[in-house]
């Protein structure tokens, strides 16, 4: 069904959904959930409701499941970058604004310019630093911002929380490069769910130091609109869009995740992010679309 409709079409829908992570997992934690319970919940569902549909697709294409030592040891790596991830970002959410947090991982490509540079030696061409330079200080504005104004304490809790969300992007960045060499051997049938079932079990490990699994019947509605809504719904749908359109459009389109994060979060919360959190998340955008538009020539 999906094949039927125009890919920008998808892209735009695929972008709403995953704009909606943000505030579903904000829901989740003013629920009581903790962020460990909400990534190792996150990441068990989408592993259950993919897993079948990747063996469809192994089967379909004939392949064996069979993982070299070397990719194994990768998969693990990127299983842990991913936990990690998660774990830093969500736990963003409970001291910055929404806007503020998914502006901030939104700067990863950024590092994975960085750790290829200095890991493969691949350059960034020079035509696309100041879009990076600039996405750079909109990110230091934002990391900054909750400093201004208010309390010490919560200005310094806003400053931690921005931290982590930076942290979540470098992470997330570390995965993705992880990705892309296992990927040169291993189909992705094979990798997607050994992937999603081995981050579960590191969050799941990491559950006894994060205050067990808590998860109020409260949060399962926000959690049930995060796996449908951004997983199924978002990520999944990008999939099919990747069909008709290039991965530097949907890079581009993803761009307006922060923005979409923010309109729901108004909606549902009354977040409205500070004008320097404003400013510094206009700032990161706009310097995001320039880096991206110019290492794409």
């Known amino acids: 069904?999906?094949?039927?409709?125009?890919?920008?079409?998808?892209?735009?829908?695929?972008?709403?959904?995953?704009?909606?992570?943000?505030?579903?997992?904000?829901?989740?934690?003013?629920?009581g959930a903790n962020p460990a319970s909400v990534a190792f919940l996150r990441m068990l569902m989408a592993a259950v409701l993919i897993t079948p549909l990747e063996v469809h697709g192994m089967r379909k294409k004939g392949l064996r499941f069979a993982i070299s030592p070397r990719e194994g040891k990768l998969t693990a790596l990127s299983a842990l970058f991913l936990?990690?991830?998660?774990?830093?970002?969500?736990?963003?959410?409970?001291?910055?604004s929404t806007f503020a947090s998914?502006?901030?991982?939104?700067?990863?490509?950024?590092?994975?310019?960085?750790?290829?540079?200095?890991?493969f030696h691949e350059k960034t061409p020079r035509r696309a630093?100041?879009?990076?330079?600039?996405?750079?200080?909109?990110?230091?504005?934002?990391?900054l911002a909750g400093m201004a104004g208010g309390s010490q304490a919560a200005g310094t809790e806003a400053l931690k929380s921005n931290l982590l969300a930076l942290?979540?992007?470098?992470?997330?960045?570390?995965?993705?490069?992880?990705?892309?060499?296992?990927?040169r051997t291993l189909a992705a049938e094979i990798f997607t769910p050994v992937l999603y079932l081995a981050t579960a079990a590191v969050l799941a490990l990491s559950l006894p130091m994060s205050?067990?699994?808590?998860?109020?019947?409260?949060?399962?509605?926000?959690?049930?609109?995060?796996?449908i809504g951004s997983t199924l719904l978002g990520h999944a749908v990008f999939t099919y869009a990747l069909e008709g359109v290039s991965a530097s459009v949907?890079?581009?389109?993803?761009?307006?995740?922060?923005?979409?994060?923010?309109?729901?979060?108004?909606?549902?919360?009354?977040?409205?992010?500070?004008?320097?959190?404003?400013?510094?998340?206009?700032?990161?955008?706009?310097?995001?679309?320039?880096?991206l538009a110019k290492a794409g020539e």
């Open 211 to 227: 205050g067990g699994f808590v998860m109020p019947l409260s949060a399962l509605p926000w959690m049930a609109g995060l796996i």
């Open 102 to 119: 998914v502006a901030l991982v939104c700067t990863q490509p950024l590092f994975v310019a960085l750790f290829s540079w200095l890991l």
């Open 250 to 291: 949907i890079s581009f389109a993803l761009l307006g995740e922060p923005v979409g994060a923010m309109i729901f979060s108004m909606f549902l919360f009354g977040e409205i992010p500070t004008l320097p959190v404003a400013l510094g998340g206009v700032l990161t955008l706009c310097g995001l679309a320039l880096y």
């Open 167 to 183: 942290l979540g992007a470098v992470l997330m960045a570390g995965h993705w490069l992880t990705n892309r060499e296992i990927r």
């Open 1 to 31: 069904m999906l094949k039927k409709i125009p890919p920008m079409v998808l892209v735009i829908f695929a972008v709403c959904m995953v704009s909606y992570s943000g505030p579903m997992v904000k829901g989740a934690l003013g629920a």
């Open 83 to 96: 936990a990690l991830h998660y774990l830093t970002w969500i736990t963003s959410l409970k001291g910055t």
């Open 129 to 143: 630093l100041p879009g990076a330079g600039l996405a750079l200080a909109g990110a230091l504005v934002i990391a």
